[in-house]
């Protein structure tokens, strides 16, 4: 019987809604053309003041100008009842039903719903307030103008009674302090962490960075939630790069963009095995740094005693075999366990933490309303009927922008997600955050990785509210991608040691991995090792092998080599038999190439 009033009562708004709205046309015309505006002010001017400007405009102006020239022109008919009732029918007849609908648990004026309805009555009442100045202006009585004002008000205290008792049926009143963090995480406003735009939600280094790009940007790419993450690196490191970040910097969660040549760096939690596969029918192999950690948490209400689950509680309590806290230690109340919306990265998690059991359908409460991160942290911190709410989600969402003093972080097997937890992998659901690459890196992206993992960009990620590698673990990582891929990054990485680039100085070290790579053919390497063995420099002084260094790097073209191989053979050094025709001969192969160290000894020779 509840059911079949309701979907009566809700035909009867809807229908009465309709036909009062179609009544004042130019009323209806306004609302249209506001609700425009407002939709292209949010999807083509994205700069905050101008979204401001155009809402104000839209809410207020607008209504106040079509108000003013209704009055002035419409043909009104004598009696005041008569000419108010088309204005006053839609917010009357949408008040008088939503006692119904609070009492019944409908989410008529649920979060943004309640500001929609909220907006139209400012429209509503900017509209009235322009007909009334004008209608006193065509000679109405001061008695008509006080009926008019008593209608409107009745209008009014209707809607806000309404309001209120829905508030107070469901003891959904949020706190002030976490009123700015109601939307839900497809929403979350990324531009609000867009870098180059003067937004202060970006985190800002310590001090100057050492790494400054001014030109051949490395694009950046990634998932939304790590906008503010990569959007604080550009911002830090880019110069000169101002608002037109346009295909510099850009949000997608596919790597696609990687693998199709539209970016250099991709920014995410994982990689999925279609994007692998993708990668591997264009001929290319993913490379995964990481660059640091987040952790996937469970939160309740500060107030609920309950401080630890098990991975076998929260399984039980998301399939349904366990429906009270008491069972867990806690009061005697049922478990409102929210859930997240289906095929979002943290249902999927939760998916796999469950190992295969189905998950019970989520709360009453949910299903009436919505299912993001932003939600959920305010379901189960800031509603005063809620402290016996679950939720999960990233660790970010919950400590930076939805941090609030209502949630306590659960420990999961006695271990909280402490950063310390995290770093070490005590804490058991926690996961890397990558830097994914696909081609061969540019000097500018080498550097940037370099400096995203050392130092400095750890520190910065810390900032941002992630967890960084822990001390030392950026060393343990190049090491570990320098085995495993080619030639170019180990002599990169030999280079980084022996000079003290982002890692401690190492000569020793660094000679090493030089070795490594000259020994896979890579020329450069094999110049760079003839040096060493020449100079005595991470190695033991070794003339004979300097000169079978410069010599193999040389035959592969290495202008450089070829170069000190012709001074060896002129002045007959590092054990080469001193022979000017082999001297010219690797001169000019190197003069051929530009060297202009190679031309300027031909000339030498030829005086």
Known sequence: MRDRLKKIFTLYSVLGFLLAAALPLVADAVFVLTGLLTLLSVVFWRHPSLVYAVNLLAVVVLPLVAG????????????????????????????????????????????????????????????????????????????KKRGMAWLLGVALVCAGS?????????????????????????????????????????????????LHIASD??????????????????????????QNSHGIIDESCDVKNLVDGKADIFFGKKVSRQGRDYAASNGLTLTEIPIGHEAFVFFTHKDNPVRSLTQAQIRAVYSGRIRNWKELGGRDEPILAFQRIKGSDAQDTMLGIMNGEAMAPPPRAQQQGASGANYTVINVAAYHNRKNALGYSCRWYTTVPNASPGIRLLAVDGILPTPENIQSGAYPFTTLLLAVTARPLSPQSRSLLNWIIGPEGQDLI???????????A???????????????????????????????KDEYKGAVWIQKAAERGYARAQYMLGRLYESGRGVEKDDHKALEWYQKAAEQGYDTAQFYLGLAYEYGAIGAAKDKNKAVEWYQKAAKQGNESAKEAMNRLKE
């Open 462 to 472: 810390a900032r941002t509210g992630y967890v960084p590698l822990r001390p030392g």
């Open 217 to 242: 940007y490395p694009r950046l790419v990634g998932c939304k939630d790590l906008v503010p993450l990569y959007g604080a690196i550009a911002q830090a490191v880019y110069t000169g790069l101002g």
């Open 162 to 210: 309404a309001i209120v008792a829905y508030q107070i049926a469901t003891r959904d009143i949020v706190r002030s302090g976490d009123e700015a963090f109601v939307e839900h995480e497809h929403l979350l406003d990324i531009w609000h962490y867009w870098p180059f735009r003067g937004n202060e939600l970006l985190a800002q280094p310590a001090s100057p960075p050492s």
């Open 474 to 504: 950026y060393q343990d990582e190049i090491d570990r991608l320098a085995e495993q891929k080619g030639a170019d990054i180990q002599f990169t990485l030999g280079e980084m040691y022996f000079l003290g680039r982002d890692v401690p």
């Open 68 to 143: 003013w020239l209704f009055a002035a022109k419409a043909r009104l008919p004598r009696t005041l009842f008569a000419r108010l009732l088309p204005l006053l029918l839609p917010p009357l007849l949408l008040s008088l039903p939503s006692p119904f609908y609070a009492l019944t648990g409908s989410p008529l004026f649920r979060d943004s719903l309640s500001r929609m309805l909220i907006i139209t009555g400012i429209i509503y009442c900017s509209f009235c307030l322009a007909f009334l100045i004008r209608s006193e202006r065509r000679g109405r009585s001061a008695a």
